[in-house]
């Protein structure tokens, strides 16, 4: 019913780009912030990046800060992640979500309540 869908992954050389979508579909997404996840192999899943509900305001973890921008258009309720100068510690699914409310929260998963099943990044030469 409600749901968000992730899509762009796939494999890329090291220094090399990726824009990852995240598609809304069933509620009206411009109340809601909405972030950016990753989980690689023996890890946590990771908060990474978050965008307000009007996108006035964004964060981002240190380990993607500066090469990472989060952007969405609520009209057509997608949420983007451009990811630049990929490296292999960026590797594992990436995963959005829309939060609870419309301001961002910290970037723990139990602030999130509408999850997509990831898209794949892999960065390998």
């Known amino acids: 019913q409600y749901q968000v869908v992730e899509s762009g992954g796939g494999l890329v050389q090291p220094g090399g780009s990726l824009r990852l979508s995240c598609a809304a579909s069933?509620?009206?997404?411009?109340?809601?912030?909405v972030g950016w996840f990753r989980q690689a192999p023996g890890k946590e899943r990771e908060g990474i990046s978050c965008?307000?509900?009007?996108?006035?305001?964004?964060n981002y973890a240190d380990s993607v800060k500066g090469r990472f921008t989060i952007s969405r258009d609520n009209a057509k309720k997608m949420v983007y992640l451009q990811m630049n100068s990929l490296k292999p510690e960026d590797i594992g699914v990436y995963y959005c979500?829309?939060?609870?409310?419309?301001?961002?929260?910290?970037?723990?998963?139990?602030?999130?309540?509408?999850w997509g099943q990831g898209t794949q990044v892999t960065v390998s030469s």
């Open positions: 979500a829309a939060a609870w409310i419309g301001d961002c929260p910290g970037l723990n998963r139990g602030n999130f309540g509408t």
């Open positions: 069933g509620f009206s997404l411009d109340y809601y912030a």
């Open positions: 965008i307000s509900s009007s996108g006035g305001s964004t």
